[in-house]
């Protein structure tokens, strides 16, 4: 086992040296430190191979040390493809190597590498799609050797959210910036945000060095946290990453498992820049990184990042690394600026102070390697003779840490996706970013201000800017100094053998994106799709800039004109689990729910309720919907149908309104009756059905399906706008509980606990309105006949409908009575033929193909339809719903099972079930009109294929002449 | 524990078998739950807590003549849409649009005047048209400083007080879910007042606790509010 030893504090910001903790990588032991990353462990342990590159294998270490590339991608148990780099090391983790064939250390797939002229930019887009089909033979073995983990598919669901968060302003970053923008806001009474990535505030004060002396970044860090800690109008969010940006400042914001959903009045982007890599051949190798990345891991995790460095540099900030570097007791080889002289000339002096051997208009032309690549272990140095070009001697250096920095490109994704510009200064080789919407701002170094001075001061421009559009106190800005270029304007340098990357990531050399162009793809947006440069997890961070210089230069234009490729959400990775959150799966329940669980009732989805289906175990479905039926039949049963849509109609048009609405006509409607009411709509397609009852001359009640009352609501609402007619609607399908309690003895039933209703069949007939009280409780009854018995819908408010069912299950057990489910009321009344819109019909279904003609008020000059009705019926009938039966021996049809004419398919079944009662099997089928005479035979082909010849008959399977329910 | 029982009178709220073990008072025609348990509510009440008033009378009022009939029955109500002015007697009544009222009742005389509210009414000739609030609409209250983090994990309207000022009322989705959301409290204790599909009541109700459980929050009783 390895043991860490780390650099002395103040180096190691992040980890706690009291709390050592242990994991193991690769199923070796490592020891670590709370606070550590997965990769400083390591790093701290002298293990730097963490990975193999995506196409040749190579070995990989960490770039970035801030997740922002795919070199330190690793597999966890439960998940793939996660950055060492930012991923907490906690004790027990068990960590593994990706993308490796047998161990990671030894790569028997690294041979790729040697082949790497046989696989040019694009090479499977022509190598493997031909002869036809041969792609199919290849995509399995292509995804094996570029595999990217492994997928836990016993993977247990956890809980993750999304939360809203209202603020003035959001501040993107907690760098200079970000804190001084957020403090100046505060302070002046904004609201404010302020989103972080890292664990702890401060950003680029936290690693990088402004000042000779060293001791800039730490007083300002200090200055600044102490006033934004404890802020009260300061909310932060550490670990925390804005993944996108959307219109008005709607910003997803991830924080471990929480997606924020960020409205912010404005929003202030200080979210830096990215260090930018130097492009020479074995760029890639474990130990050559981003200066920002060794300073991260002295000040972070107090790792020494090698024991002798060199560092390749474009500007200034290079040679404060190497500062740095020295301090904590790693020999500084070489300094080598690809410049010709430093700006600031006195940092030139230090060097030459510290004996540190300064290489100026030089470049790092190749690295140089140990057997097997494992690490770095020195590098050629080459005086720059041209743009791109090197001389051809040159001086090589023993090093294990290659440190580079060409320069810095802004954090530009979630400006781009919000419509930002990027435009190429030649003058500093950097790209700005303007052309930004209304209450979206930036400030620092993504604004291309990078001296801290004027990183400060921009940011107080920023703060004034969003308190001005805010209407607060806007305080005084500063004036800002003059900036010095940071970007080597050609950081490029190819190699005759290759291997000097531009995307890390995707294994994309100098010649892969040059050959692109000369492909033909000269556009950068089509260079990214034929060359995959930027499509890999760091997206472009790496890649963007030099890829853009590099089609510029190849097709003769200027790098603005060039561009980079569109930046879309999201700005990192994100898990599905963040997007979808805690999944809110509304359900609604009827007041008599729980008497329905007492009573065994196996329940079933209808819309959002939760309906018994019938009352009985799963397995015993078709013997308890008998014996439920049968007792309806022949006794008394009870079903809740709360969940039928109901509406109340009031006002002196209320009658006018449900003419229109309504094939049938309701003006001449007596108070006391109800009528069958088959909605339509403009297209003359059956669309609700239900029962109209009129309590009064200017009130009616009206019934809807469960499933499409919600719609017919709506549908009420604007045709009652735009006809202006005096009436309101109140949508009462919750207010109003209802059972239907039916069965030759329902009246017996009822009697007993009903007041002020005379339910004798003179007093109150079929298709009778009465309000009265039963069990005491204010009542709507209507007789009514599904399910073709004599029956009453009983409706009172919700609060009292456990109570009425209570009291009727009470009376009527001395009669037999039993509660009876949906699918039970489904064959009671396939049994009497009645369709269920939205089952029995279908987007096109006319009335006239369901037999639902003597619902039309012909003599209505409107209702919605009635022209498209009239022209329908003109033509001649296409199709028609026939009721049909088989043997009870037969094999049963299932709803949709096709009906057949000759080799054609003529329609399908809808409701389909065994009927005791009838003694057959019956049901419901679309049938061509030549099919649809009783006594013919249709063949229906149901499970397996078998056709049954079913028998078409009149309608309906029981009772014809309406007995039973007009008792 | 209580001897009373919900079922032992003739309004029930819909939360009712969530409340096994709760003290329960009696609330006219039906029940409503004091405390939970033994625990210390009033501190909750001021944390994070949720509270069912289902069974405290509210009714609604809808017409071009609503605001005559309700000015004439003693209610003072509000200027626009979507506020709610508190009566007097501790009654809540809220301006849902330019012509609808819903009337929430006190505790203080356990909703008494508004339950008389709706059974007084009686349609006339007038464009004045009762809505049956308290059959169609659950009453949950939702307490404490941490109401609207809560609410912002359910809903997508800013409800911190600073955007959503006592006497404010939204008609939004929580949840997935249409509610009404009120603010009705004080400096002392912020309230938001929540209606909801009555039968959807269940869900919602686990959906906020859901919510809360990160603030420490949970359901109370009325004792806690009375006392």
Redesign the interface.
């Known amino acids: 086992m390895n043991s860490p030893t780390r650099l002395p504090a103040p180096m190691g910001l992040l980890i706690d040296r009291e709390r050592p903790l242990r994991f193991s990588f690769e199923g070796q032991s490592y020891q670590g430190f709370e606070g550590d990353s997965v990769a400083s462990a390591l790093l701290g342990n002298g293990r730097w191979l963490l990975s193999r590159s995506f196409k040749y294998h190579r070995p990989r270490g960490p770039l970035s040390m801030a997740g922002q590339d795919a070199n330190s991608l690793v597999q966890l148990p439960e998940e793939p493809n996660v950055p060492a780099d930012l991923h907490p090391a906690s004790e027990g983790l068990k960590v593994a190597g990706q993308n490796f064939s047998g161990s990671l250390d030894s790569d028997r797939d690294a041979y790729l590498g040697k082949f790497s002229r046989f696989m040019p930019v694009g090479f499977y887009y022509r190598a493997f799609y031909k002869p036809k089909g041969m792609w199919k033979i290849w995509e399995p073995l292509i995804r094996k050797k570029a595999g990217l983990g492994v997928l836990d598919l016993d993977f247990k669901p956890q809980y993750y959210?999304?939360?809203?968060?209202?603020v003035d302003l959001a501040v993107i970053g907690a760098g200079p910036a970000g804190l001084r923008a957020a403090l100046d806001a505060a302070n002046s009474g904004a609201?404010v945000l302020l989103i972080e990535q890292q664990p702890v505030l401060g950003g680029s004060l936290n690693y990088a060095r402004f000042d000779i002396a060293g001791t800039r970044a730490t007083s300002l860090r200090a200055e600044l946290l102490a006033a934004v800690e404890g802020h009260p109008n300061i909310q932060v969010l550490l670990r925390a990453t804005c993944n996108a940006w959307f219109t008005d400042n709607y910003l997803p914001v991830i924080q471990h498992k929480r997606m924020y959903?960020v409205?912010a009045t404005r929003c202030l982007v200080a979210a830096g820049s990215f260090d930018q890599p130097v492009v020479f051949r074995n760029n890639d190798l474990p130990g050559v990184m981003l200066t920002s990345a060794a300073q991260r891991l002295m000040k972070f995790y107090a790792v020494k990042p090698g024991q002798r460095a060199v560092v390749l540099t474009g500007n200034d900030d290079g040679y404060l690394a190497a500062l740095d570097l020295q301090e904590q007791g790693v020999t500084v080889a070489a300094l080598v600026d690809m410049r010709t002289t430093p700006v600031d000339s006195e940092l030139a002096t230090e060097l030459k102070r510290r004996q540190i051997p300064l290489h100026l208009g030089s470049t790092v032309y190749e690295a140089l390697h140990e057997a097997g690549m494992r690490h770095v272990s020195g590098v050629d140095i080459r005086p720059i003779t041209g743009q791109g070009k090197v001389a051809t001697q040159g001086l090589q250096l023993a090093c294990d840490l290659l440190c580079m920095s060409a320069g810095y490109m802004p954090v530009y994704q979630l400006l781009c996706q919000a419509g930002g510009k990027l435009a190429y200064e030649e003058t500093r080789a950097e790209f700005a970013i303007s052309n930004l919407p209304t209450h979206l701002d930036i400030a620092g170094s993504v604004n291309g201000r990078h001296l801290l001075d004027n990183v400060l001061a921009d940011a107080a421009r920023g703060a004034a800017e969003a308190l001005a559009a805010l209407g607060l106190d806007v305080p005084t800005p500063a004036a800002f100094a003059a900036e010095r270029p940071v970007n080597f304007p050609w950081p490029i340098f190819p190699h005759p053998k290759g291997k000097d990357f531009v995307d890390f990531d995707e294994d994309l050399q100098v010649r892969d994106i040059v050959n692109a162009t000369r492909s033909g793809y000269r556009d950068i947006q089509l260079v990214k799709r034929f060359s995959t440069v930027g499509m890999g997890p760091s997206q472009g961070r790496h890649s963007a800039l030099p890829t853009a210089r590099l089609v510029a230069h190849a097709t003769g234009r200027s790098i603005g004109e060039t561009g980079v490729t569109t930046a879309r959400p999201p700005f990192e990775a994100e898990k599905l689990a963040h997007v979808a959150g805690?999944a809110?799966?509304?359900?609604?329940?009827?007041?008599m729910h729980?008497r329905h669980l007492e009573a065994g009732a196996k329940m079933m989805p209808a819309g959002?309720?939760q309906r018994p289906a019938f009352y009985g175990k799963a397995e015993d479905r078709d013997r308890c919907m008998q014996e439920e039926a049968r007792h309806v039949r022949e006794k008394v049963g009870l079903i809740d149908v709360?969940t039928l849509g109901g509406l109340?109609v009031?006002?002196p048009d209320a009658a006018e309104l449900l003419e229109r609405l309504y094939t049938f006509g309701f003006a001449k409607l007596a108070v006391g009756r109800t009528r069958y009411a088959l909605m339509t709509n403009e297209h003359g397609v059956v669309i609700d059905d239900g029962v109209c009852a009129r309590l009064?001359e200017?009130?009616f009640y009206v019934s809807a399906t469960t499933s499409g009352v919600d719609r017919l609501y709506q549908q009420m609402l604007k045709w009652n706008a735009q006809w202006r007619l005096?009436v309101?609607i109140?949508?009462?399908?919750?207010?109003?509980a209802a059972v239907n309690l039916a069965g030759p003895l329902s009246r017996q039933v009822l009697a007993k606990v009903c007041e002020g209703i005379d339910l004798s069949a003179e007093a109150f007939p079929y298709l009778g309105v009465r309000l009265g009280k039963v069990a005491?409780?204010a009542a709507r009854v209507l007789r009514v006949g599904f399910v073709g018995e004599l029956g009453y819908e009983i409706h009172v408010?919700?609060?009292?409908a456990?109570?009425l069912w209570d009291v009727l299950m009470e009376a009527g057990a001395a009669l037999g009575i039993r509660p009876f489910g949906v699918e039970t009321q489904r064959l009671l009344r396939l049994e009497k033929g009645h369709v269920i819109i939205s089952q029995d019909t279908d987007g096109m279904t006319h009335p006239a193909e369901i037999d639902m003609q003597w619902a039309i008020g012909r003599k209505k000059p409107f209702f919605v339809g009635k022209r498209s009705i009239e022209i329908l019926e003109a033509q001649p009938l296409k199709r028609k719903l026939v009721g049909f039966t088989l043997p009870p021996t037969s094999a049963q049809p299932l709803e949709g099972h096709l009906v057949l004419d000759g080799a054609d398919i003529s329609g399908n079944v809808t409701s389909c079930e065994y009927s005791r009662t009838v003694g057959q099997i019956i049901g419901l089928a679309y049938a061509a009109t030549h099919q649809a005479t009783p006594g013919m035979h249709i063949p229906i082909r149901v499970e397996g294929g078998e056709i049954v010849q079913a028998t078409v008959v009149q309608l309906p399977f029981h009772d014809p002449e309406n007995q039973r329910q007009e008792l | 524990m209580s001897s009373l029982k919900a079922e032992d009178f003739i309004e029930r709220s819909p939360l009712y078998p969530l409340q096994q073990g709760a003290r329960l008072a009696t609330l006219a025609h039906s029940s409503i739950v004091a405390r939970y348990g033994e625990k210390e509510e009033h501190a909750l009440l001021q944390r994070c807590a949720l509270i069912d008033l289902s069974n405290l009378p509210r009714v609604g009022f809808r017409g071009s003549d609503s605001a005559a009939y309700l000015q004439a029955r003693g209610y003072c109500l509000p200027e626009q849409p979507n506020q709610a002015v508190r009566q007097q007697d501790g009654c809540l009544v809220a301006r849902l649009s330019q012509s609808e009222y819903l009337l929430l009742g006190s505790l203080h005389d356990l909703g008494a005047r508004i339950a008389v509210e709706e059974s007084r009414w009686e349609q006339d000739d007038q464009r004045n048209y009762l809505l049956p609030r308290q059959d169609s609409h659950a009453w949950l209250q939702l307490t404490g400083n941490r109401s609207a983090e809560v609410m912002a994990k359910l809903c997508g309207v800013d409800l911190r007080a600073r955007a959503f000022a006592s006497g404010a009322v939204a008609q939004t989705s929580a949840a997935r879910i249409n509610v009404i959301v009120i603010n009705a409290g004080s400096q002392a204790l912020p309230a938001l007042q929540i209606l909801c599909d009555r039968a959807s009541v269940q869900y919602f109700w686990g959906a906020l606790l859901d919510a809360m459980d990160e603030f420490g929050g949970g359901p109370v009783g009325i004792d806690a509010l009375l006392d």
């Open positions: 959210d999304k939360a809203y968060l209202f609201k959903k409205r805690r809110f799966d509304p359900y609604r329940q009827t007041p729980r959002l309720w709360s109340d009031r006002g009064g200017r009130h005096d309101d109140t949508n009462v399908t919750a207010a109003l005491g409780i408010p919700a609060r009292y456990e109570r």
